[in-house]
Nanobody
Framework: VQLVESGGDSVQAGGSLRLSCEAS????????MGWFRQAPGKGREGVAR???????RYTDSVKGRFTLSKDNAKNTWILQMNSLKPEDTVMYYC?????????????????WGRGTQVTVSS
């Protein structure tokens, strides 16, 4: 499975961005799809995840601002980010897992994209 992110950009605080992750290859075994972010020198943080049934989970810092959805026909999942803050400025990665969707642990995800940069200026 290959994952390609798009949509990263530079915006002002309060603005919105829409990140997309397109999956290709053998995607039938993908059960959990998610977005992570990572600041320089820090660990990768789970932002949002969604399972095949459409159940979503978000980290507390983005609840009410970010929405994760999926388009099964296009093998794509989309992270709509609203009310962006300067602290949202980091590299964002999409990920996919073949097994459970109960955790943001990076070990639970088998496939990773290369990342897309989001920059929010104050």
């Amino acid at each position: 499975v290959q994952l390609v992110e798009s949509g990263g950009d530079s915006v002002q605080a309060g603005g919105s961005l829409r990140l997309s992750c397109e999956a290709s290859g053998y995607t039938d075994n993908v059960y959990c799809m998610g977005w992570f972010r990572q600041a320089p020198g820090k660990g990768r943080e789970g932002v949002a995840r969604i399972n095949r049934s459409g159940v979503t989970r978000y980290t507390d810092s983005v609840k009410g601002r970010f929405t994760l959805s999926k388009d099964n026909a296009k093998n794509t999942w989309i992270l709509q980010m609203n009310s962006l803050k300067p602290e949202d400025t980091v590299m964002y990665y999409c990920a996919a897992g073949r097994k459970s969707c109960y955790t943001f642990a990076t070990s639970a995800f088998d496939y990773w994209g290369r990342g897309t940069q989001v920059t929010v200026s104050s």
